[in-house]
């Protein structure tokens, strides 16, 4: 019997390494379906929409003036502060200490970018990490100007985030506001996505 393969049997073989390969690609074909739908137009639109499905839904009337609320969210925590008038009216009057008095360089909802960097003038909901290292904040009691500081760099912000100038690194910027609205009494929270 001779040792070398008959024409039919390697014909045979030919087909079936070429139907291998077919099936592999086809394989694949169905495996990369999801990630390329995922850069659709139709899930582009889903994520930008995501932006307005409220995460946190929370009565006004559990927060107290002058003193912080934490509510639990999926990216952590989110800090309410209720304001006090006195508060509202430095908000009202005095920007020139502060490093970036117009959140030109900071991370908040566009509609948000005024002396309060809030919905409401009431209360100031934020993430309370600084940008440069995450330390987290503390409410300085007692004071209406320098009203949240961080022990990393020793920053002191106003009671709408806002950075004071000579304090700090040269890096840091406004604390992050998330999106949120207050409804009926309600405070709407929804998600947020730092700078890049």
Same mark, same amino acid.
């Given at each position: 019997m001779s040792n070398m393969s008959s024409p039919a049997s390697l014909k045979r073989r030919q087909v079936l390494s070429g139907l291998m390969k077919l099936l592999g690609l086809i394989g694949l074909a169905f495996l990369s379906v999801p990630f390329i739908s995922s850069f659709s137009s139709n899930e582009i639109h889903k994520k930008q929409q995501a932006s307005t499905a409220w995460i946190i839904k929370h009565p006004v009337t559990d927060f107290t003036q002058g003193k912080v609320t934490v509510l639990n969210w999926s990216g952590g925590v989110v800090w309410v502060y209720a304001r006090t008038e006195n508060n509202i009216s430095w908000l009202n009057e005095n920007d020139v200490e502060l490093r970036d008095a117009f959140s030109k360089q900071s991370d908040q909802p566009e509609q948000m970018r005024n002396n309060f960097r809030s919905?409401?003038?009431k209360y100031f909901v934020f993430i309370p990490l600084e940008n440069k290292k995450g330390c987290q904040v503390r409410l300085s009691e007692g004071s209406e100007k320098d009203l949240f500081s961080e022990p990393?760099? *020793?920053?002191?912000? @106003?009671?709408a985030g806002r950075i004071?100038?000579? *304090?700090?690194?040269? @890096?840091?910027?406004?604390l992050s506001i998330p999106e949120h609205v207050v409804e009926d009494g309600i405070l709407k929270i929804g998600i947020w996505m730092p700078k890049i």
């Open positions: 919905d409401s003038e990393c760099f *020793s920053a002191k912000y @106003d009671a004071f100038k000579n *304090s700090g690194h040269q @890096d840091q910027i406004n």
